[in-house]
């Protein structure tokens, strides 16, 4: 797809992925509204991105509902690409980890997706076309110690993209799942400071890259699902 001009919408647009892929956006010439939970951060990303934001937590039906409100009166209802970003990670063992955690983490990297997909795909259907690009992880497919929660959320929105790229596919809608391995982002840090980008991690770059080069792909052909890996990455 041709990216200019085209109306997107990235979930956690604040830091880490979702600022580097906003900000590749619109280089390429696309409009985009970045979204997150604490204002004064999505406020200076945007300011320097040269996109819009709207401050709307994705595990909360009424910010979705406020952020495709915003979608209506700014772009009349058009939507070419949604990229359901925003996600956390809460780690500790099974037994350590209380039940409220595995509902705050599949709120946010689960059922905050659905959520999204579940306004968007109307809009997308209506105009006959569209893209989703959910971020998953590596995890999706393996669990590791002490992600129970992460790795099950991640595992839940696998199931979801494959069932939904089932059912759009031939509505000529196209479903990406993304794979990141260990990115040096603020993930994780609950000071939410940027990890610093190093030799043999990747940087947030790389996944951005990595997502509108797929979104490029001619609209007849899509990538259901792909992992992103770190070289040389020396533990
Ligand atoms: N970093 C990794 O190693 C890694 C590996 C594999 C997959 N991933 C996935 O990649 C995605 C991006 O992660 P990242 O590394 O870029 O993390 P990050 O630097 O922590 O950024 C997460 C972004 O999401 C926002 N956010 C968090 N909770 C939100 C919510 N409930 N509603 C709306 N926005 C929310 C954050 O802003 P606020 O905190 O201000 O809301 C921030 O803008 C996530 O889905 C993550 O699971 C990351």
């Not at 939970?37 to 999505?42: I, K, T």
């Not at 992460?150 to 494959?162: H, V």
């Amino acid at each position: 797809m041709n990216l200019k001009g085209s109306k997107i919408i990235v979930t956690g647009g604040s830091s880490g992925v979702g600022k580097s892929t906003a900000r590749m956006l619109v280089e390429h010439g696309a409009e985009v509204l970045i979204t997150g939970r604490n204002s004064s951060r999505l406020e200076k990303a945007a300011n320097a991105i040269g996109c819009a934001w709207i401050e709307a937590d994705v595990a909360s039906a009424d910010a979705v509902e406020k952020t495709f409100q915003w979608v209506k009166d700014n772009w009349n209802n058009r939507l070419d690409v949604l990229i359901n970003n925003a996600g956390l990670g809460e780690f500790a063992p099974v037994e350590d980890t209380p039940m409220e955690s595995y509902h705050r983490v599949f709120s946010v990297n689960f059922f905050g997706p659905v959520m999204m997909v579940k306004k968007a795909l109307p809009l997308m259907q209506r105009r006959g076309s569209g893209s989703i690009v959910n971020l998953a992880s590596t995890s999706s497919m393996k669990g590791f110690p002490n992600g129970s929660a992460y790795a099950a959320s991640k595992f839940a929105l696998r199931g979801f993209t494959q069932s939904l790229v089932e059912e759009v596919r031939n509505q000529n809608i196209r479903v990406f799942q993304v794979n990141p391995s260990e990115v040096s982002t603020a993930f994780g840090n609950p000071e939410r400071e940027e990890r610093k980008e190093t030799e043999n991690k990747l940087g947030p770059d790389q996944i951005a890259q990595t997502i509108v080069s797929i979104l490029q792909l001619p609209e007849k052909a899509f990538i259901p699902e792909l992992s992103v890996w770190a070289t040389n990455s020396k533990f």
